[in-house]
């Protein structure tokens, strides 16, 4: 029977890396897979959660099954988070949070609970997304539509295009949101923009699911979180899929959490109610360390200072890659304004280069980036930024 499947695509960005290991090349750059890296090449363990690690193996005395739901201070420290301490959701008791595998994981859980319990049939993804976005969602039984989003000709977010489409999105469809660093862009919408995005979806009142991988790595834990909080202010229902794999590093621990906002305590208890029997039926209950590592940093008043502190050396080290990138590749005299690459937020950026110049600087230079131009800035160093802007200059 197996002769008969045929063999599936490499994933755009996972089968990149792939690529990137079997090159022998010594000075290759690998700018596709987005996770952060130091100086050193290194992505790292953060201080904060090593001392977390420490306690846990002291004190644990356990390896038992969590909840369905996962551990139930995770979930406490999630809503902190993303809404603020002093949010009306929280002391409503209108928020409840699954912990999940990654944020994957929880984008997945938050489309089955559409598509099953909701009757949704419809999402609307930005043009452009995230590459597995779309893979996600049908997956679970949605088929994707796309809502303008980014002004390639200007490198800028194309808003006006953006409200005329939500505007059009029928109250039975859902739209997905990125809370902060756009990805692949970079670029995201200004508070006063959020605070309008809010009101078309409160006016026309489709369901509204924000993905939220990247809390931290834009401005700040609180200005990050600007945009979901006009939404929880407007919106009476929403879904959150939020991550630790970049704030906390733990991208190999799968820590991930989908987040349900209900009108009231009474819905928000019934409807996770299905969340929990979801989540069953798919992965049963979700790994423990990841979460506890979170959970432990979050409760003690000392590692939750010292870990905003990491998360803003590591935000802080991109926008300097980004601002070094701007000014070698104008250095270089590249025929192009790149200037934007430093406006923009996060990780990723897309850079406008062509699949050809991608394909090129690929099989010619051994830098790595995905066929949209999309690349990770936190892939580059201060050791191979000047051969990553040679390269782009040389194939504009």
Known sequence: MFERVSAAPADPILGLNEAFAADNRPNKVNLGVGVFM?????????????????????????????????????????????????????????????????????????????????????????????????????????????????????????????????????????????GCCHNPTGVDPSPEQWQQLADVAAERGFVVLFDFAYQGFAK???????????????????LVASSFSKNFGL??????????????????????SQVKTLARGNYSNPPAHGAKVVATILTDDTLHAAWIEEVAAMRNHIQQLRDLM??????????????????????????????????????????????????NVAGMSRSNIDAVCDAIVAVL
């Open 38 to 178: 130091n100086d050193d090449g290194v992505t790292p363990i953060l201080d904060t959660v090593k001392q977390a690690e420490t306690r846990l193996v002291k004190e644990e005395i356990t390896k038992s099954y969590l909840a369905i739901s996962g551990d139930r201070e995770y979930g406490r420290q999630v809503q902190a988070l993303l809404f603020g301490n002093d949010s009306a959701v929280v002391a409503a008791n209108r928020a409840r949070t699954a912990q999940t595998p990654g944020g994957t994981g929880a984008l997945r859980l938050a489309a089955d609970f559409m598509h099953t319990q909701l009757g949704v049939n419809t999402i609307h993804v930005s043009d452009p997304t995230w590459a597995n976005h779309g893979n996600i969602f049908t997956s679970a039984g949605l088929t994707v539509a796309n809502y303008r989003y980014y002004d390639a000709k200007n490198y800028r977010l194309d808003f006006d295009g953006m409200l005329a489409d939500l505007a059009k999105v029928p109250a039975g469809d859902a739209v997905m949101l990125h």
């Open 220 to 238: 700040g834990m609180d200005e990050d979180a600007a945009g979901l909080r006009a939404f929880a202010e407007k919106v009476p229902e929403l």
């Open 251 to 272: 991208y190999n621990e799968r820590v991930g959490a989908m987040t349900l906002v209900a009108t009231n305590a009474d819905t928000a208890e019934a409807a996770f």
């Open 326 to 375: 701007v000014n070698k590749l104008a250095e270089r005299g590249a025929a192009r304004d790149f200037s934007f690459i430093g406006r923009q937020n996060g990780m990723f950026s897309f850079t406008g280069l062509t699949p050809e110049q991608v394909k090129t600087l690929k099989e010619d230079y051994g830098l790595y980036m995905v066929g949209s131009g999309r690349i």
